[in-house]
């Protein structure tokens, strides 16, 4: 039997026969013919203690709990299609819940049980990749992204039977093959090692999909008798050290994921377009603080400026030079709370404003910052306190990460377990007693991974993990709903936390923690994949001793994402700091270009070389982002075949043509072929934000 189900944007078949747990046959763009079945993979699947794999494997698309499952019902509440299964077995059941969400949808799985079942992983989805009909697993790409400090968003494209899924013959054999493509991110940094984001591409089509978590998760693409599956997980035994006894009457809900499919001659392009649209709508109902109304610029005097040595003396020229340039915000980094000459890192947990570093008071500064038009802000590392602090004496043991009845210690921090009311009182009263200062930005920092997890409560460790990561979400929601109209900034060394359950809620994005402008361009050119470009925040470091072209080139990155400032402004001269000026008046200028527009990457989105560009289309302009680095020939050619037989009129929007101490970059349009050529003798690096507009006749 056969249940259709459409959002209006997608078709969704799925079969329910009795004898064969549910599988979901079909998801198409609406109106478009399902085609043949995309895999016959159960849609749940269930790792259970005592029930195991048939046959054994390392997959998840494989278990015994996953083919005993069979269809009960259905119901559609508010919207959303709940789809029932039980096993007759164990008792156990799991309802498949599908959220429309723009151009995807959102689906997570709840397991309730009849008697007690130790679950070991459940997936938040099975599908196929239902990229076309015609297309085989030799027709298909797998793309996903590397990602590590001050090395983010590596993207890889490669065909399936060349990383993970050889061939083999079922015939012969007896089994369907027993390999696998897996991708993995461990402990509390979502993408400390991976991005939560990938995509199935074949010729004309192409399959996305995020997990929407901010901890440990796992996806995987193996082969069934009808194709490639893909299966997405949170954290898992194998993997994650996660696990759960469900008793009678107990629910579990996995984590959430977002997919997406598209068709078109730019496959990648089309499918992350998908993504970028859900992202925004899941933002909207989040109700995101700040991304309803004007994008703020805020200017931060870490990177490559104070880098943790903050005084009133040096922030104060700072946030007068900040103001001239156009910033909005001044957010005083790491530091400010140290009074131990730089020992900081070790003694941090009570957030208590120096005194040497501000004879004055801290709140002095913030009301010097107010007075200049800018909204103050600081760093905070909230989930952390330092082995040598107070407060590790003063909080109770279980409000602390343990491991065995050992507090976990990492890099010097003990991880406070958000599970506990007294860490997050004391981490409320924090939060309170700094915004009762007049503080309306926090830079929420998180320098380290405590491993699996914590067994305070019984708990496997990855369930523990599992469990804090959730409260860690509670108490955002709570401060954010305390304090309307706080502005937060997510980072974790850079964008090591960088995922959408967070991002849901939170205004901005760190990037990355890369200070050589030289290494930016390949990380910012990708980001637009993972992360909203409104959400994106780039660091932009110009300096006194740059030349033009130099501080422009830092400059470039954050203007179609956010422009996130920092540099020794003060230290500049007239000419510098208007260039720096015009930088944030050509991003305010483009910010709501940037916050409709959807990502594509002329030279491929797993691109990497002297030539680095990416683009933002809306109906009315393609904004073009290019960097030449050293090694770089002097032109370049980009497909841009959205545009093609458009008459289009291509103005450099930064840095202005006549800049003092900027060269000439000259660009010309061939409408027939949809290309853009680039040419310049401008010495590498240099860097424009170019703006194609359709031209009326």
């Given at each position: ?30 109106g ?28 998840y ?14 119901d559609?509440?508010?919207?959303e ?15 498949s819940?599908?959220?429309p ?70 015939a ?33 089509a ?57 068709r ?75 009074d ?38 600081i760093w ?7 082995v ?28 406070l377990?958000?599970r ?14 700094l ?19 914590t ?43 960088a ?27 990708a980001?637009?994949a ?18 033009a ?39 305010r ?6 916050a ?15 030539w680095q ?19 770089a020939?002097g032109t ?15 103005d ?44 009326r006749?």
């Amino acid at each position: 039997m056969a249940l259709r189900w459409s959002t209006g944007d997608f078709d969704l078949e799925f079969t329910t026969d009795a004898d064969a747990p549910v599988t979901l046959r079909s998801f198409t763009p609406a109106g478009t013919p399902p085609g043949p079945p995309a895999t016959t993979s159960p849609l749940v699947e269930v790792q259970a203690l005592g029930h195991g794999r048939f046959p054994g494997s390392h997959r998840y698309t494989c278990t015994t709990v996953g083919s005993r499952l069979r269809y009960t019902g259905h119901d559609l509440t508010g919207g959303e299609l709940h789809l029932h299964q039980a096993d007759p077995v164990t008792g156990l059941h799991a309802t498949s819940v599908f959220s429309p969400s723009a151009r995807a949808v959102r689906t997570w799985t709840v397991l309730r049980a009849d008697q007690p079942i130790t679950v070991q992983a459940v997936t938040s989805l099975v599908l196929g990749t239902f990229v076309n009909a015609d297309s085989t697993i030799e027709d298909l790409d797998v793309l996903w992204g590397d990602n590590d400090w001050v090395a983010e968003s590596r993207w890889h494209r490669a065909p399936l039977r060349e990383v993970g899924l050889p061939a083999m013959d079922p015939a012969v054999h007896h089994h369907m093959n027993r390999a696998r493509m897996a991708v993995t991110t461990r402990s509390s940094w979502s993408t400390g090692e991976r991005l939560p984001t990938g995509l199935i591409v074949g010729p004309d089509a192409g399959l996305a999909f995020q997990i929407e978590h901010n901890g440990a998760w796992h996806w995987e693409i193996g082969e069934d008798r009808t194709g490639a599956s893909l299966a997405l997980l949170g954290p898992t035994d194998a993997e994650h050290q996660w696990s759960l006894v469900l008793a009678p009457g107990e629910t579990f809900t996995s984590v959430p994921v977002a997919i997406t499919v598209a068709r078109g001659n730019d496959p990648v392009g089309a499918a992350l377009a998908g993504l970028t649209a859900h992202r925004r709508a899941l933002v909207a109902a989040k109700g995101t603080a700040g991304l309803e109304g004007p994008l703020p610029v805020v200017f931060n005097d870490y990177m490559n400026t104070l880098m943790g040595d903050p005084t009133a003396a040096k922030i104060l020229p700072l946030a007068e030079a900040a103001a001239r340039a156009g910033a909005d915000y001044y957010c005083i980094d790491a530091g400010w709370y140290d009074d131990d000459a730089g020992g900081w890192w070790d003694a941090v947990g009570e957030w208590e404003p120096s005194a040497s570093r501000f004879p004055d008071g801290l709140g002095a500064v913030l009301d010097r910052i107010r007075e200049l038009g800018l909204v103050p802000g600081i760093w905070l590392e909230p989930e952390v306190v330092g082995v040598r602090s107070k407060i590790a004496d003063i909080l109770p043991a279980d409000a602390f990460f343990q491991r065995g009845g050992h507090r976990v210690v990492e890099h010097g921090r003990y991880q406070l377990d958000l599970r506990h009311p007294a860490a997050r009182t004391h981490l409320d009263a924090v939060v309170d007693r700094l915004v009762g200062m007049g503080v309306g930005f926090f830079k929420l920092d998180y320098n380290i991974m405590p491993g699996p997890g914590t067994d305070v409560g019984g708990l496997a460790p990855g369930a523990g993990l599992l469990e804090h990561c959730r409260a860690y979400l509670s108490w955002l929601d709570a401060v954010l709903a305390r304090h309307p109209g706080l502005l937060i900034e997510n980072c974790a060394s850079g964008g090591m936390r960088a995922d959408y359950a967070i991002l849901s809620r939170l205004h901005l994005q760190s990037t990355s923690d890369q200070q050589d402008p030289v290494m930016y361009p390949a990380i910012a050119a990708a980001t637009p994949a993972s992360i909203l470009p409104e959400q994106a925040g780039h660091w932009g470091y110009a300096q006194p001793e740059m030349s033009a072209e130099e501080s422009a080139f830092t400059l470039v990155a954050g203007i179609t994402g956010r422009l996130y400032l920092s540099g020794h402004l003060a230290r500049m001269d007239d000419e510098q700091l208007a260039l720096v000026a015009t930088a944030v008046a050509a991003h305010r200028e483009l910010l709501p270009h940037n916050a409709s527009a959807v990502p594509s990457w002329p030279l491929g989105l797993e691109h990497r070389g002297p030539w680095q560009a990416f683009a933002l289309h809306t109906e009315q302009a393609v904004v073009v982002t290019v960097w030449r680095l050293p090694g770089a020939s002097g032109t370049l050619e980009l497909a841009l075949p959205a545009l093609r037989g458009e008459h289009v009129v291509c103005d450099q929007v930064f840095p202005a043509p006549g800049t003092p101490g900027i060269g000439d970059w000259s660009c010309a349009w061939n409408a027939a072929d949809g290309v853009l050529r680039i040419a310049t003798d401008v010495p590498a690096p240099t860097a424009r934000v170019l703006r194609l507009t359709r031209e009326r006749i």
